[in-house]
């Protein structure tokens, strides 16, 4: 029955350079329920949702909302007709005010001038409605990831949509960011508002999942209710073979010193603050803590992507000096960023660029000259190696679902041929098959005598795929404990240990 859906998206196909991303893909979506999609990396999820939501013109199919047919030319076709979507990567005015980036392109006005009062009391009411605790006054560069999200949702809301699509909202979000994200979506279930949920977070999908529909290359593989699923139905239907373990064994033996730290110190700020270690030849050394134990922070001193104040690195012995990034690639360490989208990748260009450019010298010729045919067959050999999936090598990075994104980036610093990698977050928005693979070559990493420094906000990655982990706390190391011989309460104990009331933390 066409009424018993608000939405139905019927046979809908859709091809990029003659690969096909969609076959013949249905979906349908109850009113006031939160619908979840789920496949790997390249599975369409994203490809479908930008169908409907008119970027993108499928080759054949149809979308029907209430049981009447629709085709959305553009965004702002759809918009009208009640379909929202919260992209992964926001694009907001962050000079502007909340209120002018929900109004923003239908501004109210008044005898020819903006309605500076409705558009205020407007967003004071909607803000209301959902919930949310933030002045409609303030800039947009002044609010966390969470806030600028929660802003994107009531923006969405404002249409009076029908259907909200939400792509990854919580891929940079805190645990307790979450709740909040969660608390608006069952203001909006109660207001009969139907949400499609995409994200690659098993635990997200239990909480707040009424059905979840699974693609696979393209191809629809089913529906069911939530009751009736467990993870591994899920993985089975999104991989296609049961996944029994979820880590690979760790075949790995960490050897001798490999790099000592010394009383590592940064400035501006001070974040991190005398750290002192040893990583081992052969070892993947994991790195946990809380949002703002100044993880990240150490990763990128040891990179030269931020000043260190005092301390030493020293490798087999020797006194190094990361003074920069160049210096860093120079003594063959290589960083994956936290941000792929904003640290990582060049969106508007090709794999090929994406491949090479850190590792750019080595493709000259004596004249200064670069040699195409060397960066093609490198550039081919990483998208072999790493299962890149993509058209060619000459397609945008942009292009690219996420985990194939991150794919590249690693593929990118393999071929600078690093002894210390230092890998930020590496399976962040990643679905579970693709962590299979990263696992395994992280770990074939190490067997091959590479130091493999993992700074990861998942615990069950860190129990999984390290030798030992190392705790931060308020910027200090409070502990450093062998994996096999810990627990997720021990890490979080030590997690906990330097927090103090000047600096609040966030689980």
Same mark, same amino acid.
């Given at each position: 029955?066409?009424?018993?859906?608000?939405?139905?998206?019927?046979?809908?196909?859709?091809?990029? %350079?003659?690969?096909?991303?969609?076959?013949?893909?249905?979906?349908?979506?109850?009113?006031?329920?939160?619908? %979840?999609?789920?496949?790997?990396?390249?599975?369409?999820?994203?490809?479908?949702?930008?169908?409907?939501?008119?970027?993108?013109?499928?080759?054949?199919?149809?979308?029907?909302?209430?049981?009447?047919?629709? @085709?959305?030319?553009?965004?702002?076709?759809?918009?009208?007709?009640?379909?929202?979507?919260?992209?992964?990567?926001?694009?907001?005015?962050?000079?502007?005010?909340?209120?002018?980036?929900?109004?923003?392109?239908?501004?109210?006005?008044?005898?020819?001038?903006?309605?500076?009062?409705?558009?205020?009391?407007?967003?004071?009411?909607?803000?209301?409605?959902?919930?949310?605790?933030?002045?409609?006054?303030?800039?947009?560069?002044?609010?966390?990831?969470?806030?600028?999200?929660?802003?994107?949702?009531?923006?969405?809301?404002?249409?009076?949509?029908?259907?909200?699509?939400?792509?990854?909202?919580?891929?940079?979000?805190?645990?307790?960011?979450?709740?909040?994200?969660?608390?608006?979506?069952?203001?909006?279930?109660?207001?009969?508002?139907?949400?499609?949920?995409?994200?690659?977070?098993?635990?997200?999908?239990?909480?707040?999942?009424?059905?979840?529909?699974?693609?696979?290359?393209?191809?629809?593989?089913?529906?069911?209710? *939530?009751? @009736?699923?467990?993870?591994?139905? *899920?993985?089975?239907?999104?991989?296609?073979?049961?996944?029994?373990?979820?880590?690979?064994?760790?075949?790995?033996?960490?050897?001798?010193?490999?790099?000592?730290?010394?009383?590592?110190?940064?400035?501006?700020?001070? !974040?991190?603050?005398?750290?002192?270690?040893?990583?081992?030849?052969?070892? !993947?050394?994991?790195?946990?803590?809380?949002?703002?134990?100044? =993880?990240?922070?150490?990763?990128?001193?040891?990179?030269?992507?931020?000043?260190? %104040?005092?301390?030493? *690195?020293?490798?087999?012995?020797?006194?190094?000096?990361?003074?920069?990034?160049?210096?860093?690639?120079?003594?063959?360490?290589?960083?994956?960023?936290?941000?792929? =989208?904003?640290?990582?990748?060049?969106?508007?260009?090709?794999?090929?660029?994406?491949?090479?450019?850190?590792?750019?010298?080595?493709?000259?010729?004596?004249?200064?000259?670069?040699?195409?045919?060397?960066?093609?067959?490198?550039?081919?050999?990483?998208?072999?190696?790493?299962?890149?999936?993509?058209?060619?090598?000459?397609?945008?990075?942009?292009?690219?679902?996420?985990? @194939?994104?991150?794919?590249?980036? !690693?593929?990118?610093?393999?071929?600078?041929?690093?002894?210390?990698?230092?890998?930020?977050?590496?399976?962040?928005?990643?679905?579970?098959?693709?962590?299979?693979?990263?696992?395994?070559?992280?770990?074939?990493?190490?067997?091959?005598?590479?130091?493999?420094?993992?700074?990861?906000?998942?615990?069950?990655?860190?129990?999984?795929?390290?030798?030992?982990?190392?705790?931060?706390?308020?910027?200090?190391?409070?502990?450093?404990?062998?994996?096999?011989?810990? %627990?997720?309460?021990?890490?979080?104990?030590?997690?906990?240990?330097?927090? @103090?009331?000047? =600096?609040?933390?966030?689980?």
């Amino acid at each position: 029955m066409q009424s018993e859906y608000v939405l139905q998206i019927k046979d809908v196909s859709k091809s990029f %350079s003659g690969v096909k991303v969609l076959n013949s893909v249905c979906l349908n979506v109850r009113p006031g329920t939160v619908h %979840s999609l789920m496949g790997e990396n390249g599975a369409g999820k994203s490809t479908l949702m930008k169908c409907l939501f008119g970027i993108y013109k499928q080759d054949e199919g149809e979308f029907h909302l209430t049981g009447q047919q629709y @085709n959305f030319t553009d965004p702002k076709h759809a918009l009208e007709n009640g379909v929202s979507m919260v992209h992964q990567e926001l694009n907001q005015v962050t000079k502007r005010t909340i209120t002018d980036n929900i109004w923003l392109g239908r501004y109210p006005k008044k005898r020819g001038f903006v309605d500076e009062k409705k558009m205020l009391a407007d967003t004071i009411e909607l803000f209301n409605r959902l919930n949310i605790h933030l002045d409609p006054k303030t800039r947009l560069d002044k609010l966390s990831v969470s806030q600028k999200q929660m802003v994107e949702i009531a923006k969405a809301v404002s249409y009076d949509a029908k259907i909200i699509v939400l792509d990854e909202p919580t891929s940079s979000l805190t645990d307790n960011e979450v709740k909040l994200l969660f608390t608006i979506i069952g203001v909006l279930k109660e207001q009969g508002v139907s949400i499609i949920y995409i994200s690659h977070k098993m635990d997200e999908i239990f909480r707040i999942s009424d059905e979840v529909t699974v693609l696979r290359d393209g191809n629809y593989i089913g529906t069911d209710k *939530i009751e @009736n699923l467990t993870m591994e139905k *899920i993985v089975n239907m999104m991989v296609g073979r049961d996944l029994e373990e979820r880590f690979p064994p760790k075949t790995n033996i960490p050897g001798d010193v490999h790099m000592s730290v010394k009383n590592l110190t940064t400035k501006y700020p001070p !974040i991190v603050h005398n750290v002192t270690f040893d990583l081992h030849r052969g070892e !993947i050394l994991g790195v946990a803590g809380l949002v703002g134990a100044g =993880r990240t922070e150490m990763v990128e001193a040891l990179f030269g992507a931020r000043t260190r %104040s005092s301390g030493e *690195i020293l490798i087999d012995g020797k006194k190094i000096n990361n003074s920069s990034p160049q210096k860093a690639i120079s003594n063959r360490f290589a960083l994956l960023t936290e941000e792929r =989208r904003e640290t990582g990748i060049y969106p508007v260009a090709d794999i090929t660029f994406n491949s090479t450019i850190s590792n750019v010298q080595s493709y000259k010729n004596r004249a200064g000259f670069l040699i195409d045919r060397k960066m093609r067959e490198d550039t081919d050999k990483q998208i072999k190696n790493m299962r890149i999936r993509t058209p060619n090598r000459r397609a945008k990075i942009r292009s690219l679902s996420g985990g @194939n994104q991150q794919k590249v980036i !690693i593929g990118r610093w393999l071929l600078t041929n690093p002894d210390i990698l230092l890998l930020d977050e590496p399976t962040r928005g990643i679905d579970v098959g693709a962590k299979f693979e990263i696992y395994q070559l992280i770990i074939n990493l190490a067997m091959s005598g590479k130091s493999v420094i993992v700074v990861s906000s998942e615990m069950p990655e860190l129990l999984g795929i390290t030798n030992r982990i190392l705790v931060m706390s308020n910027g200090f190391i409070s502990g450093i404990v062998t994996t096999d011989e810990t %627990s997720q309460a021990e890490i979080f104990n030590l997690s906990a240990k330097f927090l @103090n009331n000047n =600096r609040e933390a966030e689980v």
